[in-house]
């Protein structure tokens, strides 16, 4: 399974795309705590101080957002899935 990141998360992390194992039967959660492994320098970036996601983090799931269209960082993820997450943008 394969995160895209996007924005100065891709700076972050080194890379915009980073490979994660995440067991059968896994969730948005175990996909992002593999991430964070792999790239622990994300972690500040997407985690509240008490370890929730960021209100601000986009995670997206298949492209919908796990926060409005499933069920948050329980939201089930299989090894097709396509996994994103952004940070916010701003622009003008």
């Known amino acids: 399974m394969e995160w895209q990141l996007f924005a100065d998360l891709s ?9 994660v194992e995440v067991p059968e039967g896994g969730t948005v959660g175990d996909a992002l705590d593999a991430l964070l492994d792999a790239r622990p320098a994300l972690g500040d970036r997407v985690l509240a101080a008490d370890g929730s996601l ?39």
Request: glycine residues 16%.
């Open 11 to 19: 700076d972050v992390a080194g890379d915009d795309r980073v490979a």
């Open 54 to 92: 960021h209100s601000h983090v986009n995670v997206l799931v298949n492209g919908e957002n796990v926060r409005t269209e499933g069920e948050g960082m329980d939201t089930p993820v299989g090894p097709g899935d396509e996994l994103a997450i952004f940070p916010p943008v701003s622009g003008g």
